[in-house]
């Protein structure tokens, strides 16, 4: 009598199981990622301000690694020393952004190629906000370092900006 009715819980305990976890709602689907080529920003207009940080290039870009071919292209022909190309980059605060509300997206030479660190994301828009152009377009100077060969192996590039955003 104790095992059927010990099964009987077991069978009861399993279906109210089934039950909460086919019966909940279904959480909409994730929209793509950016870098599978559902989700790019275009910058459009003219920036309407250069900024310079006297050729520090303090502020790195993130999610390069994304855009790998396109830095390899920008970086240019090096041989097997590390790359120190210089570009203009585009800086476009990104409100459609689907995963960072306050995202600033980065083109070099036209070309997107990651986005700000969340944190540097912030203060850039706060200094676009003091300088009453938020949500313009602008621009400043980029260096696309590294890519040397290392024991036969290329190593990664990054992206730096001269950007002052320690205000």
């Known amino acids: 009598m104790a095992e059927a009715l010990n099964l009987a819980i077991i069978v009861v305990a399993l279906l109210a199981l089934y039950y909460l976890l ?38 790195e870009v993130l999610g390069e690694s994304r855009y790998r ?12 020393g590390p790359a120190d ?9 990104d409100d459609a952004n689907p995963y960072e509300d306050k995202a600033v997206a980065v083109f070099v030479s036209g070309l997107m190629v990651g986005y700000l660190a969340p944190k ?3 203060v ?14 602008t621009s400043c100077d980029a260096a696309i370092r590294g890519g040397g060969l290392w024991q036969g ?10 950007l002052d955003l320690k205000g």
């Open 22 to 59: 086919k019966g909940r709602p279904k959480a909409p689907p994730l929209p793509a990622r950016p870098g599978g080529g559902s989700y790019t920003p275009v910058p459009e207009g003219e920036p309407v301000r250069h900024w310079s940080d006297d050729g520090r290039f303090d502020v």
């Open 124 to 137: 850039f828009r706060q200094l676009l906000a003091r300088e009453d152009i938020a949500g313009q377009l």
């Open 85 to 93: 190309a210089r570009h203009q980059a585009i800086l476009l605060p």
């Open 69 to 80: 071919d396109t830095v390899l292209q920008l970086a240019g022909d090096h041989g097997d």
């Open 120 to 122: 540097d994301a912030l």
């Open 153 to 162: 192996k290329r190593l990664a590039y990054s992206i730096w900006l001269d």
